[in-house]
């Protein structure tokens, strides 16, 4: 340096020299601090389309969901991946509702708009209407939105042997859902491809798919369809199957299924590697006919990637509440935060469960019996 400022010590080139240091200069600290980078997530449950709500969204011309997200449309847009749990599969035509369910092809349409980029389709109701339901509703959004990843089912064995990755602001997040069972319903000899199950006989091919999964991406992410409906709390099968997660290198783990909430936490195996688990998000929305199926949740992880790996940062979760409007005429989903006893006041579960206590007091208070965290 001392050599250098000697050689173009005049008044000219000393300014030069010292103008293009400082550019360098600059340039440096801008690449130390892009070092680090941040993946926002949010994901909530059961989008579980009965009858009841299907029919609420008629129009003169079709059918038209997007009230369902009306109220948390923002925080889905906000960011950077924003995932939902379709429960029921997309149908043309002849609509159901439980115990067999076939929704209009429109609530992609509202699911689409509403932001979300990444939807899990493989639950206990995949199969309810059969394999060609399922091929139907995958030419859906792969014709309509190419560039939504939709998990848990596949056309082909080869699209079921492909690991989907996100590549968002320079973090490679892979992604993984399986559900433990399809109702007594099952795939086809040759077809067993098309839905990824989380049963025992799986477990070698769930181990291989984490390990490409690894392989292949910085952050691992798997959604599982597990648990017991309307429990609180992880059963045996949760915790057997998030030990094996947690010992395979998964990074994050959210559950559906139980139609209600269980907690969350951040988990740490034998060799120091933390994994969260939110254990069941409950509900989006439903038309379920107890106070606890309408309390659901969105998870909120904040991921980082540094010098020191890639991990997550920041996590909680916004409490939601499905709101139904008088004999099922209209329904849509709230924060918490924004719901209000005059709301709760006029939500159709006071008829359905009139014994049952129902304000904003009693959703905050099953929150916390149920996750330990204030709403």
């Not at 992609?108 to 990444?118: I, R």
């Amino acid at each position: 340096m001392k050599l250098l400022w000697k050689k173009y010590s005049s008044g000219f080139w000393a300014g030069l020299f010292l103008a293009i240091f400082s550019v360098l200069l600059i340039s440096t600290v801008r690449v130390s601090a892009a070092d680090t980078r941040t993946v926002d997530l949010v994901a909530v449950g059961d989008d579980l389309i009965h009858s009841s709500i299907y029919k609420a969204c008629k129009t003169r011309s079709g059918y038209n969901f997007d009230t369902l997200f009306k109220h948390i449309r923002k925080d889905v847009q906000a960011a950077d991946i924003s995932v939902i749990n379709q429960e029921t599969i997309l149908v043309g035509r002849n609509y159901s509702g439980y115990p067999s369910f076939g929704s209009p092809k429109a609530v992609a349409d509202a699911v689409a708009k509403a932001g979300f980029n990444v939807v899990t389709h493989a639950t206990n109701h995949t199969l309810d209407r059969g394999t060609n339901a399922i091929m139907d509703t995958l030419g859906y959004w792969n014709r309509k939105y190419p560039d939504i990843k939709v998990l848990g089912i596949h056309k082909s064995r080869n699209a079921a042997n492909k690991i989907t990755v996100v590549q968002k602001n320079g973090i490679r997040i892979a992604m993984l859902n399986y559900t433990y069972g399809l109702n007594g319903y099952r795939l086809p000899a040759g077809k067993k491809y098309m839905i990824d199950l989380l049963t025992s006989q799986n477990r070698n091919k769930i181990r291989r798919d984490i390990k490409s999964a690894k392989k292949k991406s910085d952050f691992v992410i798997v959604f599982t369809h597990w648990g017991t409906e309307y429990r609180y709390s992880p059963d045996s099968s949760q915790k057997n199957w998030t030990n094996f997660f947690l010992d395979n290198g998964v990074d994050l783990l959210i559950g559906t299924h139980p139609h209600v909430l269980e907690p969350y936490r951040m988990l740490k195996g034998n060799n120091g590697k933390k994994m969260l688990v939110y254990y069941s998000l409950g509900n989006f929305v439903s038309s379920q006919n107890r106070v606890p199926r309408l309390l659901g949740g969105m998870a909120k992880v904040t991921i980082v990637k540094n010098s020191k790996g890639t991990y997550v940062k920041k996590y909680g979760m916004e409490p939601l509440v499905t709101h139904i409007s008088n004999r099922y005429k209209s329904f849509t989903v709230y924060k918490l935060r924004d719901y209000t006893d005059t709301l709760a006041g006029k939500n159709y579960i006071r008829r359905i469960s009139p014994r049952e206590a129902f304000n904003v007091r009693k959703l905050k208070s099953l929150y916390k019996k149920i996750t330990g965290r204030k709403a």
